[in-house]
């Protein structure tokens, strides 16, 4: 089955700097990229998602990018803020179907 | 807030107890998502419905089961509770089904379930 390696595991940067998150899958028919943030005692909060048909996109502080050919997708965040800290986890879908499967997580710890 | 609602927040109970979860989707979807959180195994898919019919099935065990109502609430049932089902559980809704492109899935708050 589908299998997502989410790296780093815990990532601390000073508040402005920049964060990335890196994840690859396995299944190449994968379509579907969400990125969720986690805050402590709450449910994942969709905060970006890319489809297999869009190399790049944008949303303000946050951006998403997409390397079919390599498998790997990333998650970037400017000008961090100490309300970023909290845990991301990428998703794919599994050989076309809506289920997820998960990466396991980057704690994101944004000092002031 | 996602508009996806689950009760009860927090669950205590003892080992070879059953508990039932459950999870209210977003208005207008029609399917609906299981997962369990747990520290060493991360977020895993359960179980899917969509529109009262079961879909896909992930890493559920036989003592586990859930079914989707015709008003599209869905609950989880839990069995023979052990030790190592204590975990958070998460329901996620979504509009419909993946014909092509999957579909947005937006997650509930959570049930905290702990088993002595």
């Known amino acids: 089955g589908e299998n997502v390696e989410q790296h780093p595991s815990t990532l601390s940067v000073q508040e402005g700097d920049s964060a990335v998150i890196k994840c690859t899958y396995s299944?190449?028919?994968?379509?579907?990229f969400p990125w969720y943030k986690q805050e402590l005692g709450k449910g994942p909060q969709l905060i970006i998602d890319?489809?297999?048909?869009?190399g790049e996109k944008k949303d303000q502080r946050i951006a998403v990018t997409l390397n079919k050919t390599a498998k790997h997708f990333s998650l970037h965040i400017t000008e961090t803020q100490p309300e970023d800290s909290a845990v991301y986890f990428c998703?794919?879908?599994?050989?076309?179907?809506?289920?997820?499967?998960f990466g396991k997580g980057t704690m994101l710890l944004v000092s002031p | 807030d996602s508009g996806v609602t689950q009760t009860p927040k927090h669950l205590i109970t003892a080992t070879g107890q059953r508990v039932t979860l459950r999870c209210s989707p977003r208005s207008g979807d029609l399917s609906v998502y299981w997962y369990q959180q747990s520290l060493d195994q991360g977020l895993q898919f359960l179980i899917q419905y969509y529109n009262g019919e079961e879909r896909a099935k992930g890493n559920i065990l036989e003592r586990f089961s859930a079914q989707q109502f015709p008003d599209l609430h869905s609950e989880l049932n839990l069995s023979s509770l052990e030790l190592g089902d204590s975990a958070l559980y998460f329901c996620a809704s979504s509009i419909g089904l993946a014909g092509g492109f999957p579909y947005e899935q937006y997650f509930g708050p959570g049930t905290r379930l702990t088993v002595t």
């Open positions: 299944d190449s028919a994968s379509n579907y």
């Open positions: 998703a794919a879908t599994f050989s076309g179907y809506s289920t997820l499967t």
């Open positions: 890319i489809r297999s048909n869009v």
